[in-house]
């Protein structure tokens, strides 16, 4: 498959073992960084999302999409975990729950360029799952740059799969890209249950901030790793 995100705001949130350990399967270890693993709210819009050398598929080729993840490795791979994916394209949720066994959920959602920035809003659907919100206004500062490998910016943003489970099987997915442009990001968080709906204790403290302006991206099917 490939796709393309625009527009990404990276919030990061130091949390703790304790709190993620129960929604992971345990041959799946939890990376930290300085002690600490980390816990990220991403909304984005995405285009041009279709198999390749295949036509795009109407309704579900262009649509925001707001993740909650934390960063894992397993066999010595490195990868992402998604406690949640909203989305408001009802095929796309459809196919991954069945294709990827991601935990995607239908929500009504909208972003528009304002004065300020990218102005987002994302309520998930009552059937779709636990109540789930975020409300924001979010801008790129600075100069763009690429994360130097041992940094914290590399961490958060350098991953190359990512992993699943169907509640038997472990799964993991590859996904190539070029490596991140980012800038730092000003951000005004207005709501943001997004967090607390996975089970997870909300941080209290300020997050870290990126933004992207766009990403290149192809996944690979499916492989069974445990």
């Not at 270890?29 to 285009?47: A, L």
């Not at 490195?78 to 994916?85: A, E, K, M, Q, Y």
């Not at 089970?199 to 997050?207: C, F, L, N, V």
Request: one cysteine or more.
């Amino acid at each position: 498959m490939v796709q393309r995100w625009h527009d990404l705001l990276f919030a990061h949130w130091r949390c703790a073992i304790s709190d993620l350990r129960p929604f992971i399967p345990a041959p799946i270890e939890i990376e930290t960084f300085d002690g600490s693993p980390w816990v990220s709210v991403i909304p984005f819009y995405m285009t041009g999302v279709r198999m390749r050398a295949a036509p795009p598929v109407p309704t579900a080729n262009s649509f925001l999409e707001l993740n909650v993840r934390t960063y894992v490795t397993l066999d010595g791979r490195p990868g992402i975990w998604f406690f949640s994916l909203d989305c408001e394209s009802t095929l796309a949720v459809i196919g991954a729950r069945v294709g990827v066994s991601l935990p995607y959920f239908r929500a009504a959602m909208r972003m528009r360029k304002g004065e300020q920035g990218f102005e987002y809003d994302s309520q998930r659907w009552s059937i779709a799952g636990a109540p789930a919100a975020f409300s924001a206004t979010y801008r790129g500062v600075g100069a763009a740059f690429t994360p130097a490998p041992g940094s914290l910016d590399h961490f958060l943003a350098e991953r190359y799969c990512l992993y699943s489970t169907d509640g038997k099987r472990i799964w993991r997915e590859d996904i190539f890209h070029p490596r991140w442009s980012l800038q730092g990001a000003e951000a005004q968080i207005d709501t943001n249950s997004m967090i607390a709906a996975a089970g997870i204790r909300a941080p209290q403290h300020e997050p870290l901030l990126h933004y992207s302006e766009f990403q290149d991206v192809r996944f690979w099917w499916p492989v069974r790793v445990r």
